[in-house]
């Protein structure tokens, strides 16, 4: 087995880290204290370089998103909006970004907000169960709902875009997965994932090309591998669950990322970091390491990928970002 190995710890808040992305060499960060901040993230070198205008928002940063080579931020917020950010051009070279837009609709807590790959969409999810999707042009300065989808009967923890296709994935309260798909500029369920016994809070795609898979992380503490298997009937896809992941999590896995090198990370309430990989089509644990952020829950799990290099971040209750290497045995 594989070990993971501490890189760097960066204590950013004093209080839980719920989200961060990374894109272009800088790590966003949001927390309950309502700031957003911006780290320079290089292997020997992590920076903090920016703490956005903590007044844009009246509560917690629940999700931040970087829009697809751009330097765009969005931001979801329990204060139910979303704000975005623009990079400013300045003389003296140093990082800052400006408020560019607020956007407004959903009625309680933004749980979730993600971009699609071509950077027109973005997708927000929200305790009022509903699922909210916005246009935008390339200036990203104004956004139009164009399809409010309200299929859930609870709360949307969770949405992600597929890496190359039009199809977006939430994860919810009521312990399912809906697949959603534009037809015809009407954006409609295709699919619903049932299998997990709890709370859903996170989903991630495959990053293959020309393959559609997801895996989810639940309240029952397990996470799965879903496969699409390429039959639509009546504007219907069949998803399957093709694996259960090996048993690792003693609580809620809240959050699994799947890296383009094909392995899978996960991440929960029990402090474990754990990484998956797929053998002659069996999952087996590839690495894991206990108690990553001590005591404290972890919140979030991303690959970031650095000079050709891959490495882990994850973000918990204790406000620290840690970075981590994996160290295959000898």
């Given at each position: 087995m594989a070990s993971i190995n501490l890189i760097k710890s960066l204590k950013l808040y004093k209080e839980k880290i719920w989200s961060f992305d990374f894109s272009q060499g800088i790590l966003a960060t949001g927390s309950t204290d309502r700031k957003i901040k911006l780290v320079s993230v290089k292997y020997d070198d992590f920076t903090l370089i920016d703490v956005l205008d903590?007044?844009?928002?009246?509560k917690a940063i629940r999700s931040v998103a970087w829009r697809p080579h751009t330097s765009l931020l969005a931001a979801g917020s329990f204060d139910s909006t979303v704000s975005i950010w623009a990079k400013e051009e300045s003389a003296d070279r140093t990082f800052e970004m400006d408020l560019l837009a607020i956007i407004e609709g959903h009625e309680n807590e933004v749980k979730g907000v993600a971009w699609s790959n071509d950077g027109y969409y973005l997708a927000t999810c929200s305790r009022d169960k509903s699922v909210w999707i916005w246009e935008t042009d390339e200036s990203g300065e104004e956004y139009e709902c164009?399809?409010?989808?309200?299929?859930?009967?609870?709360?949307?923890?969770?949405?992600?875009?597929?890496?190359?296709?039009?199809?977006?994935?939430?994860?919810?309260?009521?312990?399912?997965?809906r697949i959603w798909k534009d037809y015809d500029d009407d954006w409609e369920c295709v699919a619903v994932l049932n299998g997990h016994e709890g709370t859903v809070w996170s989903s991630d795609f495959d990053k293959t090309e020309g393959v559609f898979r997801l895996c989810s992380g639940s309240d029952d503490s397990t996470v799965r591998v879903w496969k699409y298997m390429g039959d639509d009937e009546d504007d219907q896809q069949e998803w399957v669950c093709e694996a259960?992941?090996?048993?690792?999590?003693?609580?809620?896995?809240?959050?699994v990322a799947w890296g383009f090198n094909g392995l899978i990370a996960s991440v929960g309430a029990d402090g474990v970091l754990a990484v998956y990989e797929e053998v002659d089509g069996e999952w087996k644990v590839f690495a894991k390491r206990a108690l990553c952020h001590g005591v404290y829950e972890i919140n979030v799990v991303k690959w970031l990928e650095l000079n050709g290099k891959t490495i882990l971040a994850t973000g918990g209750d204790d406000g620290i970002v840690n970075f981590w290497s994996l160290e295959k045995a000898a």
């Open positions: 903590e007044t844009a928002h009246k164009i399809s409010v989808l309200q299929e859930h009967s609870q709360d949307v923890k969770h949405v992600i875009w597929h890496p190359s296709e039009a199809l977006l994935a939430s994860s919810s309260y009521d312990d399912t997965v259960i992941l090996p048993d690792v999590h003693k609580r809620q896995v809240y959050n």
